[in-house]
C-alpha cells in the first residue's frame, strides 16, 4: 500500500510560506528590518546560505548526447572529479575530456535559493580543451577507469558551506554536462545527506 503524502506537504508548506511573508508584511515599516536581523541570527549557517540570491543558469541548456549503445561514444564534453566529497582546505581535480579547444566551468552549490535551485560560487573560463579515448571495461571486474590528466584544480574555500555542487561544463561548441560532488564537514551535525555515488556510477553510460 502506498501513502502519498506529497500533496499534503506541498499545501502545507505553501501555507506555511504565505503566512510568513504575510506577517512580516503587516509588520511596521522600521519593524521589517528588525524583524528580518531577528530572524537570521536564529537560522544556521546552510539556511542562512539559502537565503542568498540564486539562478537557474545551473540547468543544462544543451547537453552532451549520449550513445547508451556505445560507450566509447566521444562527443561533446565529459569529465569526473578526483575525489567524491572535500572539506575546506582540500584540493578537488577535475579531468575533462572535450573535441572542442576549450571549455568553461562553472561551479554551482545546489540549494533552495529562493526556488532557482543554485547559487553560481566560481567561473573559470577558457580551460585548454583534449579529448581523450574512454577505455574498454576490465574483463574480470567491468570496471571502466578512465585515468584522464586533471584540466583543472579547485581548492576548497572556507567559505563554501557544505552542501551538494555540481560543476557545469561547456566546452566552445555549446555542449554542456555536469560533474558531481560533495563539500563535507567534520563536526557534528543531527542531519547527513549521503550521496549514491555507487548508483550513479552503477547507472551512467560507461557500463559497469
Known sequence: MRYHYKPLYLLLLALTITIGAFTLQMLPTVQQPVARAAASTRLNAIQQENL???TTSWQLTNPTPENYTN???DKGVQGYSSVTSAKA????NFSVSTIASTFNADIYRLGWYQGKGARLMRSI???PGKAYPVPAPNTQTGLVEA???AAFS???PSSWITGMYIVKLTDANKQQSYIPFTVK???YTDFAFIHSVNTDEAYNIWGG
Request: charged share 0%.
Open 52 to 54: 542568498l540570491p540564486g
Open 71 to 73: 560507450p566509447t561514444y
Open 89 to 92: 582546505g582540500n584540493t578537488v
Open 125 to 127: 573560463a577558457n580551460i
Open 147 to 149: 585515468g584522464w590528466p
Open 154 to 156: 579547485v581548492t576548497i
Open 185 to 187: 564537514t567534520t563536526s
